[in-house]
């Protein structure tokens, strides 16, 4: 095991899984899973996306999207709505039930990311907050 640890890239992907099973652990409870929650969080960001958008944004296949926002929209946290630009076309919007929810989840998360990181301290975790945004900045696409 030590050799794999060796590897930077193998502790991010095992580090990758452990956290999402904790998160996924917490949103189980009101019915969401990871996927939801990302889902959740874009539509925090914006007045309202097409699937598509949804898709490319969040890199989840356009099938997995419409079983998303199926889910949200049965809980009360997404509903689509015509497109102010295109009536013909549906944009996904976050509910105010959904906002609530996402506050929520987000204090789970917090939680997730305390155990996560708890062998560091506060300057560390700011550290290492800011070295994998850079990562991530470089690395869309």
Same mark, same amino acid.
């Given at each position: 095991?030590?050799a794999?640890?060796?590897d930077?890239?193998?502790? !991010?992907y095992?580090?990758?899984? #452990?956290? =999402?099973?904790?998160f996924n652990?917490t949103?189980? &409870?009101s019915?969401? @899973?990871l996927?939801?929650?990302?889902?959740l969080?874009?539509?925090?960001?914006?007045?309202?996306?097409?699937?598509?958008?949804?898709?490319?944004r969040?890199g989840?296949?356009?099938?997995?999207?419409?079983? !998303?926002?199926?889910?949200l929209? #049965?809980? =009360?946290?997404?509903?689509r709505?015509?497109s102010? &630009?295109d009536?013909? @076309?549906?944009?996904?919007?976050l509910?105010?039930?959904?906002r609530?929810?996402?506050r929520d989840t987000?204090k789970a998360?917090?939680r997730v990311t305390?155990?996560?990181?708890?062998?560091l301290?506060?300057k560390?975790r700011?550290q290492?907050?800011?070295?994998?945004l850079?990562v991530a900045e470089?690395?869309k696409?």
């Amino acid at each position: 095991m030590r050799a794999l640890h060796a590897d930077t890239g193998y502790l !991010l992907y095992r580090l990758g899984l #452990r956290s =999402g099973r904790l998160f996924n652990a917490t949103l189980e &409870e009101s019915g969401l @899973r990871l996927r939801h929650y990302a889902l959740l969080r874009y539509l925090a960001t914006v007045e309202g996306a097409l699937q598509r958008e949804l898709s490319d944004r969040l890199g989840y296949d356009p099938s997995a999207i419409v079983s !998303l926002v199926d889910d949200l929209e #049965r809980l =009360g946290f997404a509903e689509r709505r015509p497109s102010p &630009e295109d009536r013909r @076309r549906r944009v996904v919007v976050l509910t105010d039930p959904g906002r609530t929810m996402l506050r929520d989840t987000d204090k789970a998360g917090r939680r997730v990311t305390d155990e996560l990181l708890d062998p560091l301290d506060a300057k560390e975790r700011e550290q290492l907050h800011a070295l994998l945004l850079r990562v991530a900045e470089r690395s869309k696409g």
